[in-house]
């Protein structure tokens, strides 16, 4: 499945921003999807995903009650909604696609994804 991650920009602490992965080649019901990030000078480090069936996700502590990732299976896209964003949510974000034994599985390590969209940059202001 090839993946182009979009929607990344400057904004404010506080603010929002929705970011978007677009999916072709396979259909996203194949995969769990995930969100990673990674900031200058750090590691990529996961931020949320959601298995095969749509209704499991999983945050990472840091964005959890503030970001949510949705997918919809019509346009072939996943969403991850920023809300009350901080300054030290500036990074890149990557979309990634994990091709999951079972329908639940929910994979937050960058090495249980096979195929990365190419990342969209994160900036936000203080």
């Known amino acids: 499945v090839q993946l182009q991650a979009s929607g990344g920009g400057l904004v404010q602490a506080g603010g929002s921003l929705r970011l978007s992965c677009a999916a072709s080649g396979r259909t996203l019901s194949n995969y769990c999807m995930g969100w990673f990030r990674q900031a200058p000078g750090n590691e990529r480090e996961f931020v949320a995903a959601?298995?095969?069936?749509?209704?499991?996700?999983t945050y990472s502590d840091s964005v959890k009650g503030r970001f949510t990732i949705s997918r919809d299976i019509a346009k072939n896209t996943v969403y991850l909604q920023m809300n009350s964003v901080k300054p030290e949510d500036t990074a890149v974000y990557y979309c990634?696609?994990?091709?999951?034994?079972?329908?639940?599985?929910?994979?937050?390590?960058?090495?249980?994804?096979?195929?990365w969209g190419q990342g969209t940059l994160v900036t936000v202001s203080s």
């Open positions: 990634a696609a994990a091709r999951t034994k079972w329908p639940t599985v929910l994979s937050i390590r960058p090495v249980e994804y096979d195929s």
């Open positions: 959601i298995s095969r069936r749509s209704g499991d996700t």
